[in-house]
């Protein structure tokens, strides 16, 4: 088993910046591919950004690409999702998400085996 615990969340302004950290414990071992995914009130779950285990390899939606940025430190266990120039469309609950896939599409949530419970990030306009 892989636990999961997100921080970082809050309620911030349209242009301000936040930092997810995902902290992961347990059966660290099995993690290869991280991500985020996010769910606004009354719509479906969303992808993100992913990250293979090196690094090297990212995803992001195209509505966050350039704004937002993933990161790792395997050391640490935790991955990060810096957040900068926020929208309100922005606003959801933002989960961490960790798979043994190492080739294999990032944006399907169908292919991690372990969410976390979500931080809430409220932009307001």
């Known amino acids: 088993q892989v636990q999961l615990v997100e921080t970082g969340g809050g309620l911030v302004q349209a242009g301000d910046s936040l930092r997810l950290s995902c902290a992961a414990s347990?059966?660290?071992?099995?993690?290869?591919?991280m991500g985020w995914f996010r769910q606004a009130p009354g719509k479906d779950r969303e992808f993100v950004a992913g990250?293979?285990?090196?690094?090297?390899?990212?995803d992001y939606a195209d509505s966050v690409k350039g704004r937002f940025t993933i990161s790792r430190d395997n050391a640490k266990n935790t991955m990060y999702l810096q957040m900068n120039s926020l929208k309100p469309e922005d606003t959801a609950a933002y989960y961490c998400?960790?798979?043994?896939?190492?080739?294999?599409?990032?944006?399907?949530?169908?292919?991690?085996?372990?969410w976390g419970q979500g931080t809430q990030v409220t932009v307001s306009s």
């Open positions: 998400v960790v798979g043994s896939f190492r080739v294999g599409n990032m944006r399907y949530g169908g292919n991690y085996s372990y």
């Open positions: 347990g059966r660290t071992s099995s993690i290869y591919t």
């Open positions: 990250i293979s285990w090196s690094g090297d390899s990212t």
